[in-house]
Antibody, heavy 127, light 113 residues
Framework: QVQLQESGPGLVRPSQTVSLTCLVS??????????WSWMRQSAGKGLEWIGR???????NYNPSLKSRVTMSVDTSKNQLSLNLASVTAADTAVYYC???????????????????WGQGTTVIVSS | DIVMTQSPDSLAVSLGERATISCRSS????????????LAWFQQKPGQPPKLLIY???IRHSGVPDRFSGSGSGTDFTLTISTLQAEDVAVYYC?????????FGQGTKVEIK
């Protein structure tokens, strides 16, 4: 059974870059049957999708964060990484990684939902 | 961006009674390739991550009790808890994943009356 575990620095100073990792256990990170997403949740903005990344490293980002976000995959460690640059207090949130899983339906393969989530890691931006 | 609007923001329901949550998207989330609505429902309890309940608008995820059901198509969707149990107290979110950026509703808090 796939499990995800996020980790990060906890406290980050304004204008710095925060780096988060998501360790994937119980399955390969670069299977063709799923890909990975990052979300964050803050009291002010609710749940926000940050972006997604496939096992080959192809990524798509939320346009609202695109200029500051970089996602990557490390297949040797079976982990994902998220870098968010130039952080401000508005980036204070719980950050989650999750798996977008796929299935066969009527002889075609489709991705169907974010079915496994990590417990989340809290990032506080403060001086 | 597709805006997801849930109603109500909160509701209190007696144990064993029905709870109904609505979710409206600002545009259709129907994926033409498989004629499925790319709409999911999640349950979130305090201190926990969201938990998938329903995907493709009406398909119950593995292990989810059958008192949870989803319906709707296009832009209007409903999550129904047929007989509310104490363990169902949580915040419920809808999410569209048809169009990037994926977006979530603001959440509906379900409590016991």
């Amino acid at each position: 059974q796939v499990q995800l575990q996020e980790s990060g620095p906890g406290l980050v100073r304004p204008s710095q870059t925060v780096s988060l990792t998501c360790l994937v256990s119980g399955g390969p990170i670069n299977s063709g049957t799923h890909y990975w997403s990052w979300m964050r949740q803050s009291a002010g903005k609710g749940l926000e999708w940050i972006g997604r990344i496939y096992g080959n490293g192809d990524a798509n980002y939320n346009p609202s964060l695109k200029s500051r976000v970089t996602m990557s995959v490390d297949t040797s460690k079976n982990q994902l990484s998220l870098n968010l640059a130039s952080v401000t207090a508005a980036d204070t949130a719980v950050y989650y990684c999750a798996r977008m899983n796929g299935k066969w339906f009527e002889e075609s393969f489709y991705y169907y939902a974010l079915d496994v989530w990590g417990q989340g890691t809290t990032v506080i931006v403060s001086s | 961006d597709i805006v997801m609007t849930q109603s109500p923001d909160s509701l209190a329901v007696s144990l064993g009674e029905r709870a109904t949550i609505s979710c409206r998207s600002s545009q259709s989330v129907l994926y033409s390739s498989n004629n499925k609505n790319y709409l999911a429902w999640f349950q979130q309890k305090p201190g926990q991550p969201p938990k998938l309940l329903i995907y493709w608008a009406s398909i119950r995820h593995s292990g989810v009790p059958d008192r949870f059901s989803g319906s709707g198509s296009g832009t209007d969707f409903t999550l129904t808890i047929s007989t509310l149990q104490a363990e169902d107290v949580a915040v419920y979110y809808c999410q569209q994943y048809d169009s990037s950026p994926w977006t979530f509703g603001q959440g509906t808090k379900v409590e016991i009356k």
